[in-house]
Protein backbone atom coordinates (compact mmCIF):
# COMPACT_ATOMS: atom_id res chain seq x y z
CA UNK A 1 0.00 0.00 0.00
CA UNK A 2 1.33 3.43 -0.81
CA UNK A 3 1.21 5.84 2.08
CA UNK A 4 2.15 9.82 2.09
CA UNK A 5 2.49 11.85 4.96
CA UNK A 6 2.52 15.67 5.41
CA UNK A 7 3.16 16.03 9.14
CA UNK A 8 2.79 19.67 8.86
CA UNK A 9 -1.38 20.81 9.48
CA UNK A 10 -0.74 24.40 8.98
CA UNK A 11 2.22 26.80 8.60
CA UNK A 12 1.98 30.82 8.80
CA UNK A 13 4.64 32.78 7.85
CA UNK A 14 5.68 36.77 7.42
CA UNK A 15 5.86 37.60 3.66
CA UNK A 16 9.40 37.13 2.24
CA UNK A 17 10.25 34.58 4.19
CA UNK A 18 11.49 30.83 2.95
CA UNK A 19 9.07 28.40 3.81
CA UNK A 20 9.87 24.23 3.36
CA UNK A 21 6.64 22.06 3.21
CA UNK A 22 7.65 18.17 4.08
CA UNK A 23 6.17 14.88 2.55
CA UNK A 24 7.32 11.42 3.38
CA UNK A 25 6.22 8.69 1.40
CA UNK A 26 5.57 5.05 1.69
CA UNK A 27 5.47 2.51 -1.64
CA UNK A 28 6.71 -0.65 -1.98
CA UNK A 29 7.37 0.18 -5.55
CA UNK A 30 10.69 0.35 -7.30
CA UNK A 31 8.92 2.79 -9.94
CA UNK A 32 7.04 5.29 -8.51
CA UNK A 33 5.65 9.12 -9.57
CA UNK A 34 5.53 11.98 -6.89
CA UNK A 35 3.65 15.32 -7.21
CA UNK A 36 3.08 18.71 -5.72
CA UNK A 37 0.14 20.44 -6.23
CA UNK A 38 -1.30 24.07 -4.76
CA UNK A 39 -5.00 24.12 -4.27
CA UNK A 40 -6.25 28.20 -3.09
CA UNK A 41 -9.23 29.10 -1.76
CA UNK A 42 -11.02 28.71 -4.91
CA UNK A 43 -10.38 25.09 -5.06
CA UNK A 44 -9.21 23.94 -7.97
CA UNK A 45 -6.12 21.88 -7.76
CA UNK A 46 -2.84 23.29 -9.52
CA UNK A 47 -0.04 20.59 -10.91
CA UNK A 48 2.90 22.15 -9.74
CA UNK A 49 5.79 19.14 -10.45
CA UNK A 50 6.10 15.50 -11.09
CA UNK A 51 9.24 13.67 -10.39
CA UNK A 52 9.78 10.09 -10.83
CA UNK A 53 11.84 7.65 -8.65
CA UNK A 54 14.97 7.42 -11.04
CA UNK A 55 15.64 10.86 -10.96
CA UNK A 56 16.83 12.54 -8.47
CA UNK A 57 17.69 15.76 -9.41
CA UNK A 58 16.59 18.76 -7.45
CA UNK A 59 14.57 21.06 -9.47
CA UNK A 60 14.30 24.84 -9.21
CA UNK A 61 11.44 26.83 -11.21
CA UNK A 62 11.44 30.51 -9.92
CA UNK A 63 10.50 30.96 -6.44
CA UNK A 64 9.58 27.33 -5.95
CA UNK A 65 12.41 24.18 -5.47
CA UNK A 66 11.83 20.60 -4.60
CA UNK A 67 14.50 18.43 -3.01
CA UNK A 68 13.86 14.89 -3.70
CA UNK A 69 15.99 12.10 -1.72
CA UNK A 70 15.20 8.26 -1.71
CA UNK A 71 17.15 7.57 1.11
CA UNK A 72 14.57 9.03 3.39
CA UNK A 73 11.59 8.89 1.36
CA UNK A 74 10.88 12.97 1.04
CA UNK A 75 10.16 15.23 -1.51
CA UNK A 76 10.13 18.48 0.02
CA UNK A 77 8.72 21.34 -1.45
CA UNK A 78 10.50 25.06 -0.41
CA UNK A 79 9.05 28.35 -1.45
CA UNK A 80 11.82 31.27 -0.96
CA UNK A 81 10.82 34.98 -0.37
CA UNK A 82 7.08 34.12 -0.25
CA UNK A 83 4.18 35.98 -1.58
CA UNK A 84 0.55 36.67 -0.16
CA UNK A 85 -0.36 35.06 -3.47
CA UNK A 86 1.27 31.96 -2.15
CA UNK A 87 -1.42 31.32 0.64
CA UNK A 88 -2.92 27.71 0.08
CA UNK A 89 -3.13 24.26 0.57
CA UNK A 90 -0.46 22.05 -0.96
CA UNK A 91 -1.05 19.09 -1.42
CA UNK A 92 1.98 15.63 -2.37
CA UNK A 93 0.90 13.05 -4.00
CA UNK A 94 2.23 9.77 -5.39
CA UNK A 95 1.27 7.16 -7.63
CA UNK A 96 2.82 4.13 -9.57
CA UNK A 97 2.59 6.29 -12.91
CA UNK A 98 0.54 5.20 -16.50
CA UNK A 99 -3.15 5.89 -15.60
CA UNK A 100 -2.98 5.26 -11.64
CA UNK A 101 -4.35 7.12 -9.05
CA UNK A 102 -3.09 9.78 -6.61
CA UNK A 103 -2.33 9.13 -3.37
CA UNK A 104 -2.47 12.24 -1.35
CA UNK A 105 -1.20 13.43 2.03
CA UNK A 106 -3.45 15.64 4.14
CA UNK A 107 -2.39 18.72 2.66
CA UNK A 108 -0.71 21.52 4.43
CA UNK A 109 -2.27 25.15 4.87
CA UNK A 110 0.26 27.73 3.88
CA UNK A 111 -0.48 31.09 5.14
CA UNK A 112 1.59 34.27 4.58
CA UNK A 113 0.69 36.96 6.41
CA UNK A 114 1.52 40.63 4.86
CA UNK B 1 -13.05 25.95 -23.36
CA UNK B 2 -10.04 24.73 -22.13
CA UNK B 3 -8.45 22.36 -19.34
CA UNK B 4 -11.47 20.27 -17.31
CA UNK B 5 -14.45 21.31 -17.04
CA UNK B 6 -17.03 20.11 -14.28
CA UNK B 7 -21.04 21.35 -13.84
CA UNK B 8 -22.69 22.24 -11.86
CA UNK B 9 -20.31 23.89 -9.44
CA UNK B 10 -22.53 23.40 -6.75
CA UNK B 11 -25.70 20.72 -6.17
CA UNK B 12 -28.02 20.61 -3.09
CA UNK B 13 -30.13 17.67 -3.17
CA UNK B 14 -32.17 15.30 -0.72
CA UNK B 15 -31.49 11.83 0.15
CA UNK B 16 -34.24 10.41 -2.13
CA UNK B 17 -32.96 12.53 -5.68
CA UNK B 18 -30.76 11.44 -8.53
CA UNK B 19 -28.62 13.86 -9.67
CA UNK B 20 -25.48 13.51 -12.25
CA UNK B 21 -22.55 15.03 -11.94
CA UNK B 22 -20.30 16.01 -15.17
CA UNK B 23 -16.47 16.60 -16.32
CA UNK B 24 -15.56 17.15 -19.99
CA UNK B 25 -11.99 17.55 -20.12
CA UNK B 26 -10.61 19.41 -23.55
CA UNK B 27 -6.46 18.24 -22.97
CA UNK B 28 -6.79 15.42 -25.76
CA UNK B 29 -6.52 12.90 -22.37
CA UNK B 30 -7.52 9.19 -22.40
CA UNK B 31 -7.41 8.79 -18.76
CA UNK B 32 -10.23 10.67 -16.37
CA UNK B 33 -10.88 10.52 -12.53
CA UNK B 34 -13.11 10.73 -9.39
CA UNK B 35 -11.75 11.94 -6.43
CA UNK B 36 -14.02 13.31 -3.29
CA UNK B 37 -12.53 15.72 -1.11
CA UNK B 38 -14.40 15.87 2.60
CA UNK B 39 -13.79 17.74 5.87
CA UNK B 40 -12.94 14.98 7.92
CA UNK B 41 -10.88 12.85 5.06
CA UNK B 42 -7.65 13.22 2.74
CA UNK B 43 -8.71 13.60 -1.27
CA UNK B 44 -9.76 10.05 -1.80
CA UNK B 45 -9.98 8.59 -4.83
CA UNK B 46 -13.07 7.17 -6.21
CA UNK B 47 -13.26 6.04 -10.04
CA UNK B 48 -9.98 5.45 -12.69
CA UNK B 49 -11.10 5.05 -16.23
CA UNK B 50 -8.24 4.63 -18.83
CA UNK B 51 -9.20 4.43 -22.70
CA UNK B 52 -13.33 4.85 -21.43
CA UNK B 53 -12.67 1.20 -19.70
CA UNK B 54 -13.16 1.36 -15.59
CA UNK B 55 -9.48 0.36 -14.37
CA UNK B 56 -10.17 1.22 -11.01
CA UNK B 57 -13.25 1.48 -7.78
CA UNK B 58 -11.82 2.11 -5.15
CA UNK B 59 -14.45 0.60 -2.83
CA UNK B 60 -16.87 2.86 -3.36
CA UNK B 61 -20.82 2.69 -2.85
CA UNK B 62 -22.97 1.66 -5.46
CA UNK B 63 -25.06 4.89 -5.24
CA UNK B 64 -22.07 6.31 -7.16
CA UNK B 65 -22.09 5.21 -10.55
CA UNK B 66 -19.69 6.23 -12.93
CA UNK B 67 -19.83 6.58 -16.55
CA UNK B 68 -17.64 7.42 -19.23
CA UNK B 69 -18.63 6.98 -22.85
CA UNK B 70 -15.76 8.27 -24.73
CA UNK B 71 -12.29 9.76 -23.46
CA UNK B 72 -13.58 13.45 -23.10
CA UNK B 73 -16.73 12.84 -20.54
CA UNK B 74 -17.26 11.27 -17.53
CA UNK B 75 -19.98 11.82 -15.33
CA UNK B 76 -20.86 10.74 -11.67
CA UNK B 77 -24.41 9.42 -11.15
CA UNK B 78 -26.00 10.09 -7.94
CA UNK B 79 -28.84 8.34 -5.99
CA UNK B 80 -30.02 7.44 -2.67
CA UNK B 81 -27.30 9.81 -1.33
CA UNK B 82 -26.48 10.03 2.68
CA UNK B 83 -26.00 13.50 4.17
CA UNK B 84 -21.64 11.95 4.99
CA UNK B 85 -21.93 11.95 1.16
CA UNK B 86 -21.59 15.92 1.41
CA UNK B 87 -17.77 17.08 -0.33
CA UNK B 88 -16.38 18.60 -3.02
CA UNK B 89 -15.88 16.27 -5.98
CA UNK B 90 -13.08 16.43 -8.02
CA UNK B 91 -12.56 15.50 -11.77
CA UNK B 92 -9.43 14.81 -13.46
CA UNK B 93 -8.04 13.86 -16.78
CA UNK B 94 -4.29 12.79 -17.55
CA UNK B 95 -2.45 11.25 -20.96
CA UNK B 96 -3.37 7.87 -19.63
CA UNK B 97 -2.03 4.46 -20.79
CA UNK B 98 1.65 4.17 -19.97
CA UNK B 99 2.67 7.21 -20.67
CA UNK B 100 5.17 8.75 -18.20
CA UNK B 101 4.31 12.47 -18.33
CA UNK B 102 1.49 11.06 -16.03
CA UNK B 103 0.62 14.24 -13.95
CA UNK B 104 -3.50 14.87 -13.36
CA UNK B 105 -4.83 17.93 -14.31
CA UNK B 106 -8.06 19.04 -12.17
CA UNK B 107 -11.70 20.73 -12.69
CA UNK B 108 -12.95 23.43 -10.52
CA UNK B 109 -14.88 20.68 -8.63
CA UNK B 110 -18.58 20.47 -7.74
CA UNK B 111 -19.92 21.31 -4.31
CA UNK B 112 -22.40 18.23 -3.32
CA UNK B 113 -24.48 18.99 -0.17
CA UNK B 114 -26.70 16.54 0.80
CA UNK B 115 -29.70 17.42 2.88
Known amino acids: AQKVTQAQTEISVVEKEDVTLDCVYETRDTTYYLFWYKQPPSGELVFLIR??????QNEISGRYSWNFQKSTSSFNFTITASQVVDSAVYFCALNRGGADGLTFGKGTHLIIQP | ETGVTQTPRHLVMGMTNKKSLKCEQH?????MYWYKQSAKKPLELMFVYNFKEQTENNSVPSRFSPECPNSSHLFLHLHTLQPEDSALYLC??????????????FGPGTRLTVL
Open chain 2, 92 to 105: ASSRGGLSSYNEQF
Open chain 2, 27 to 31: LGHNA
Open chain 1, 51 to 56: RNSFDE
